[in-house]
């Protein structure tokens, strides 16, 4: 497995701002994932960050408002831009272990937009 | 699309008792499953996947899962549970759509064991 850590754990934030989340992993992985939980709710993919390439994001999220970073193969970052309330929930980001097709999670960002 | 259903939003079981949780599964080819578990307030934790060979596979804390093809179920048990083993438990569908790959999660299930 792979050990992940998150930056900040949790944060409040004004409407309007942004907030940059840091995620870094214990050795290097190709594949990174962000994805954005509401509390006791299920997980959904924002994007796809693979070191070297754009990020690949899924329906409903754009690049302007969720913009990510990948400059190596143990960082990545997630911007959430000019926030809004209804941006307020979990971020986890994820790495893929290498040919096994499981993910390891990080421990999440809990994100709260006033 | 591959998707995976989570029919019971809540189980409830004695401790001592065998659990099960239930996943359903729609894919196109071979499913690549897996469940996953979040306690409160952490991050999610792997359990244990199928990808391919023997139905019955093993994974932490004492649970297993059964790959079921003709039902299309990946059930999650657990012969004796635990009151640390009440959390949310997930089960997922490895996506692999033309250059993307990544997990699509069920709606999630709310295991509550009681001493």
């Known amino acids: 497995s792979a050990v992940i850590s998150q930056k900040p754990s949790r944060d409040i934030c004004q409407r309007g701002t942004s907030l940059t989340i840091q995620c870094q992993v214990d050795s290097q992985v190709t594949m990174m994932f962000w994805y954005r939980q509401q509390p006791g709710q299920s997980l959904t993919l924002i994007a796809t960050?693979?070191?070297?390439?754009?990020?690949?994001?899924e329906s409903g999220f754009v690049i302007d408002k969720f913009p990510i970073s990948r400059p190596n193969l143990t960082f990545s970052t997630l911007t959430v831009s000019n926030m809004s309330p209804e941006d307020s929930s979990i971020y986890l980001c994820s790495v893929e272990r290498q040919g096994g097709y499981e993910q390891y999670f990080g421990p999440g960002t809990r994100l709260t937009v006033t | 699309a591959q998707s995976v259903a989570q029919p019971e939003d809540q189980v409830n079981v004695a401790e001592g008792n065998p659990l099960t949780v239930k996943c359903t599964y729609s894919?196109?080819?071979?499913?690549?499953l897996f469940w996953y578990v979040q306690y409160p307030n952490r991050g999610l934790q792997f359990l244990l996947k199928?990808?391919?060979?023997?139905?019955l596979v093993k994974g932490s804390y004492g649970f297993e899962a059964e790959f079921n093809k003709s039902q299309t179920s990946f059930h999650l048990k657990k012969p004796s549970a635990l009151v640390s083993d009440s959390a949310l438990y997930f089960c997922a569908v490895y996506r692999m759509d033309t250059g993307r790959r990544a997990l699509t999660f069920g709606s999630g299930t709310r295991l509550q064991v009681q001493p």
């Open positions: 894919v196109s080819g071979n499913p690549y």
């Open positions: 960050a693979n070191q070297g390439s754009e990020a690949t994001y």
């Open positions: 199928y990808i391919t060979g023997d139905n």
